[in-house]
């Protein structure tokens, strides 16, 4: 303003002004005199302007460039920062004893590594960068404002150093409920995870009403600490604000005055406004980091509170690469005492030995010790006194890494991953990555310079992690007749074979498997035709109507692979409707609709919502009934022209229909002839438009899309005939052991996903793959306390046989509730009045004996 626009570059007459002219002169105390380092440009008026507008917008630009920079690199280094820290805590968690387990909340402890970290990785990178910029930024500002004027400078130092000393104090408080109102937010989520892990009980007992008020209570605690804090909060930024306001009057005032009186120009005095208006900025966001300093530091004293040793107790060694041992040759215990769930002594200073391996049954008769006892030796228990030792090592002072190897547990509860049925397996054999899989350098050399930089593992999950030479096996598919092997010998072997024939496969990826199953389907309709059950499966015909399957199965003429192809959604589906538009089908099935609607009104006039007539009739819940009675009374009253959602809803009612099934009589042969002629409409408006949503049935081929036994079938049951499902289930049978196609079904039933927590398998499947899990990595010592309660007698006394049998090497321990079943174990333990009394079975002749005619079938090798 000064230079360019009053001119003072151009007093004295001159035409031109210099720019960008670089030098200094020296002090009279250092001799004075200048150095000219550059002449610079002679520049008029305008051009001087232009020129100096440039050099500000030049720095305005290399000011943003630096803070690009930084915020990226800020962001960078907090989420490696983050990823550090969630991971060391996650290397925490997997540390934890039993008896910390029992001590914490799982949902809180995940609730703290996925959430309250974050805002700590989020600050990392502010931590150091911040203060300095903002820091800067301000000091430039007042060191501009202090060479244009002393006293101005003075006054906005002043305000400054008042707003540093009052917002912090005030402040403090609002930490006290950050503090309050993060305990309560993880409260809130632990009795969340609490009702959602027990919400049967819920159901059972109608205690929707007690837990809906429970969390409402928390929800208002938590509201309530939120209202305060918003109204200190508030009520500092108010203050705040207002102290950041006093500055510029002060300017205006006293600069003003400086003005008037010709001791402050103009330029100056509009220089120091500009500059001030780069000051409040950065002192307010030094305020906000400070203040979110404390907020973090508040929230990492919290976290490191919760994973304290102090609270929690010693941790697990985690370290893998310790020497294995065989734990064989004597178990002996001195002076051991154990205390039940009440802290009372259940043992006390009792002592035994014997010889492993053993099959010792642990007689409980009643009591806690025998399961105690049991854990004891399965390291899930460290809460005792006394020593137990195996050979020369002490139990308790095992690395985790020998008694991971060695000692299997199988407890009343088991625990499964979400996952296959083959993922949990191999869970207990994934120990080290032995070989690393063909991948992309760059992204590989990337993945591992970052676990460097944040503490995280090498390793990859698409490593090669199972040592299959060391288990005496050569490849996957070896280990896999391993798992079916031992599946059967637990009493799976059906459910793994029913699990394969309602998986799919990928004809791609297993293309001779494909092609047989396609030879397979043609010998099953040779085999129905030869022996005169051609009628108990409707085949799948591109030129007749299938009786057995619905109306949209007709249809499509294919498996819907795509939600927009499923259910309610395909009478919505575009394609599909411009498809029967096409094919002159739409009115008629809306006119079905409307019959069904009526129909089923009627049937369900007065049903309770549980009826089992709403399963049968499946086209209409009983919450959708009031919308389908609409329909029919504006239908009734001369309303003919429905609106189009209500068409659509007409529609999707006999896209569900089965005439074998249902019943209705709402198709003849005239009617099936042209949803036959509609196929040709639906598949190719589908293929014309691109649409991947439908896989078309092929029979030359497997579709993908469906189930293996729907591909051998290739066509539907007849549920008409009597005991169609389990005749065609035994030729189904027949066929696949006639290709020898037994093993790729029970390869593909690995393949069965067994959900959260295994809740998609039965009790009793869940307890035989825990005990398979225990069995594949052949443990020195198998202990069960409980695992076979799923089972009825009969078939836990055929799995105990059968473990007896597979552990002819190893030592077993289980856990009995009474004598019934001691006499197939060499060695009885029981436990009475605090005392442990391990003796020899008396009656070897009553012992169940391995059949002569059968060897036992055990697995070979070892785990590394």
């Known amino acids: 303003m000064n230079q360019a626009i009053q001119g003072e570059a151009f007093k004295d007459g001159n035409v031109t002004a210099p720019f960008l002219q670089l030098g200094f002169d020296w002090p009279q105390w250092l001799g004075g005199g200048s150095v000219q380092i550059f002449e610079g440009f002679q520049l008029g008026r305008v051009g001087l302007l ?134 309560a937010s993880r409260e809130l989520a632990g009795r969340i995870g609490e009702v959602l892990d027990g919400i049967e009980v819920v159901h059972v007992h109608n205690a929707y009403a007690w837990e809906r008020a429970e969390i409402g209570n928390r929800l208002f605690s938590l509201f309530s600490i939120r209202l305060k804090i918003y109204n200190r909060k508030f009520a500092v930024k108010f203050l705040n604000n207002f102290l950041s306001q006093v500055t510029p009057f002060l300017f205006y005032a006293v600069g003003g005055y400086f003005a008037l009186r010709g001791t402050l120009d103009i330029g100056q005095l509009v220089a120091v406004i500009s500059a001030y208006r780069e000051l409040p900025p950065p002192l307010k966001e030094l305020i906000d980091w400070d203040q979110q300093r404390l907020d973090v530091q508040v929230k990492y004293d919290q976290v490191t509170q919760h994973f304290a040793e102090e609270r929690l107790g010693p941790m697990i060694d985690s370290k893998v690469d310790a020497d294995d041992i065989r734990l064989t040759g004597k178990l002996a215990a001195e002076g051991l005492s154990l205390s039940g769930p009440h802290g009372d002594l259940v043992v006390e200073n009792a002592s035994f030995a014997l010889d492993l391996p053993a099959k010792v049954a642990l007689i409980s008769n009643g009591g806690p010790a025998a399961s105690l006892m049991a854990r004891v030796l399965a390291r899930r228990v460290s ?102 092997d031992l599946l059967e010998r637990v009493e799976m072997g059906e459910a793994i074979y029913l699990f394969g024939l309602a998986g799919w496969i990928d004809p791609e990826r297993h293309a001779a498997l494909a092609e047989r199953l396609v030879e397979a389907r043609c010998r099953l309709r040779e085999n129905f035709q030869a022996n005169g059950m051609a009628d108990l499966v409707a085949p799948f015909d591109i030129d007749r109507y299938n009786d057995q399957a619905s109306i949209a199965e007709n249809l499509l003429f294919g498996v819907a692979i795509s939600d927009d192809f499923r259910g309610r959604n395909l009478a919505e589906n575009p394609l599909f409707r411009e498809a029967i538009d096409k094919a002159g089908l739409t009115d008629v099935l809306a006119e079905m609709g409307l019959q069904i609607a009526e129909t089923m009104t009627e049937i369900f006039q007065g049903l309770p919502p549980g009826h089992s007539l709403f399963a049968q009739f499946s086209f209409i819940g009983a919450e959708e009934l009031p919308e389908f009675q609409a329909i029919l009374r504006r239908r009734a009253k001369g309303a003919q022209d ?68 729907d591909n051998l079938l290739f066509g539907r049951v007849n549920y008409q005939v009597a005991d169609a ?30 959900g959260t927590a295994g809740r998609l398998l039965s009790p009793q499947e869940r307890a035989s793959v825990n005990l398979v899990r225990c069995l594949v990595k052949r443990p020195d010592i198998l202990v069960i306390d409980g695992a076979l309660a799923p089972f009825d007698e009969e078939r836990a006394q055929k799995i105990l046989q059968a473990l007896i049998e597979l552990l002819d090497q190893q030592s077993l321990f289980m856990v009995l509730p009474n004598d019934r079943q001691a006499a197939a174990f ?39």
């Open 826 to 864: 060499d060695v009885q333990m029981r436990f009475s009045d605090g005392r442990i009394v391990a003796e020899k079975t008396a009656d070897p002749q009553g012992r169940t004996r391995k059949p002569e005619a059968e060897p036992a079938r055990s697995i070979t090798g070892e785990v590394a």
């Open 383 to 484: 809460g005792y006194s006394g020593d137990v030792a195996i050979g020369d090592n002490n139990l308790a002072q095992l690395p985790a890494s020998i008694t991971g190897r060695r000692i299997a547990y199988a407890g009343v509860d088991p625990i499964l991953f979400p996952g296959s049925i083959r993922d949990n397996l191999v869970y207990g054999l994934r120990l080290k990555p032995l070989g690393r899989t063909e991948e992309d350098r760059r992204e590989n050399a990337r993945r591992i310079a970052e676990a460097a930089r944040t503490g995280n593992p090498f390793e990859s999950i698409a490593d090669q992690w199972i040592d299959y030479g060391r288990l005496g096996l050569k490849d996957e598919q070896e280990l896999d007749r391993v798992l079916v």
């Open 725 to 754: 499902r389990h005749r065609v289930a035994e030729a189904v049978a027949a066929v696949i052991r006639e290709f020898d196609l037994l093993e790729d079904v029970e390869r593909i039933g690995l393949d069965h996903e067994v």
């Open 642 to 709: 429905l609106r189009r959602e209500e068409r659509t809803r007409l529609i999707s009612l006999p896209l569900a229909y089965i005439e074998a099934k249902h019943r209705l009589g709402l198709l003849d042969d005239g009617l099936k002839e042209r949803i036959v002629e509609a196929r040709s409409f639906v598949r190719e408006t589908l293929e014309k438009a691109g649409a991947n949503g439908v896989e078309f049935l092929d029979p030359d081929r497997i579709c993908a899309a469906a189930p293996l036994r």
């Open 50 to 183: 232009i020129g100096l507008s440039c050099l500000f917008l030049f720095f305005v630009v290399v000011n943003n460039g630096f803070k690009y920079w930084v915020n990226i690199a800020k962001g960078v280094l907090g989420e490696r920062m983050l990823r550090r820290m969630r991971f060391d805590l996650f290397a925490m968690v997997l540390r934890f004893t039993p008896e910390a387990l029992r001590t914490i909340k799982s949902s809180e402890t995940a609730t703290i590594i996925k959430d309250e970290v974050e805002p700590i990785g989020g600050f990392i990178g502010d931590a150091f960068i911040t203060p300095a910029l903002l820091g800067l930024q301000a000091s430039t500002a007042l060191f501009f404002i202090m060479v244009q004027n002393v006293w101005l400078g003075l006054m906005a130092l002043g305000v400054i150093a008042v707003q540093f000393t009052i917002i912090p104090r005030l402040r403090r408080e609002l930490l006290r409920l950050g503090k309050e109102r993060q305990l």
